[in-house]
């Protein structure tokens, strides 16, 4: 499974480095939206079950992965901008489906009230409409940690908190990951942080009424950062939305071990494929995951 991969120019302001994983029987697109510091390589789980399907985009915001060497970085981008830029990646691959994780949840929700005549149905993944303790203890001590640009010790909050059920081999993989970011990357992260902890979690409320399309919310049973309990709370603001939680499962749900891996397929292709597609095709992705 190789990616056709470009780097495209977004209104003259940006260059966006994507991947294209083209499945020659797919009718539909999906775009994957990453999280905060994340880059195309923390949905190479997600990929493994979504491609048989779907002709599936990943992508890099121009201040992280392999778009930040084609961008300048002389100020900060907007929750709004990556609404932009998602919108414009949507028109260019002609993306039927948007699946976010984590704070990608928030740019995502923003794109969607713009109700895209493109997009029919979207996930969110590991996302809820507040800030509670926990993420406000997560929140705080991140500021801290990349107010001083102390690399070591932003690599350890995140694999102490939000990554505290992932396996070994990940954690250390983010760590490393984590620790060789360039500051403008810590800059901007902050700069998101910021914003949410002074809207307490608000932000993405006052536009999720506006979605009509329906939407999937899957949290894990473990996560206390972003719950179940807490993303169900959307009820009261989006029209058509269902809830999955994934049994034994932290923030990072199908990274962490097989069985949420394949609770996490699961609900996605049930909420995403018609019943009979999805009969014939999941008993032979059962090997799919090697971690």
Avoid at 57 to 78: C, M
Avoid at 207 to 226: C, K, S
Avoid at 250 to 266: I, P, V, Y
């Amino acid at each position: 499974m190789k990616a056709e991969t470009t780097v495209l120019d977004i209104q003259g302001q940006h260059r966006v480095y994507t991947e294209f994983y083209r499945a020659d029987s797919a009718e539909q697109t999906i775009i994957l939206v990453n999280g905060s510091l994340s880059t195309t390589a923390s949905f190479a789980q997600t990929v493994r079950y979504l491609h048989p399907h779907f002709n599936v985009v990943l992508f890099d915001l121009p201040y992280a992965g392999q778009s930040r060497k084609h961008n300048r970085h002389e100020r900060f981008l907007t929750r709004e901008e990556e609404a932009d830029i998602l919108l414009e990646l949507v028109e260019h691959f002609a993306c039927d489906i948007v699946l976010s994780f984590s704070w990608g949840g928030i740019a995502t929700l923003q794109a969607l009230a713009r109700k895209p005549a493109r997009i029919q149905r979207a996930v969110i993944n590991s996302f809820s409409p507040i800030v509670n303790q926990a993420m406000l203890g997560y929140l705080s001590r991140g500021v801290e940690v990349m107010d001083a640009c102390d690399r070591e010790n932003i690599g350890a909050v995140l694999n102490a908190t939000i990554g505290k059920h992932l396996p070994s081999l990940f954690k250390r993989y983010n760590h490393r990951h984590i620790t060789s970011l360039e500051d403008y990357e810590y800059a901007q992260m902050n700069f998101h942080v910021q914003n949410v902890l002074k809207m307490e979690g608000r932000s993405c409320i006052r536009f999720a009424g506006e979605i009509e399309i329906p939407l999937l919310f899957v949290n894990g049973e473990w996560d206390e950062y972003t719950t179940p309990s807490d993303a169900r709370m959307l009820t009261q603001y989006v029209r058509h939305c269902e809830f999955r939680t994934i049994a034994q499962a932290g923030h990072f749900l199908d990274m962490e071990h097989k069985a949420a891996w394949m609770q996490t397929r699961d609900a996605l292709l049930a909420f995403l494929l018609p019943h009979e597609l999805r009969s014939q095709e999941a008993p032979q992705e059962r090997h799919a995951l090697a971690v």
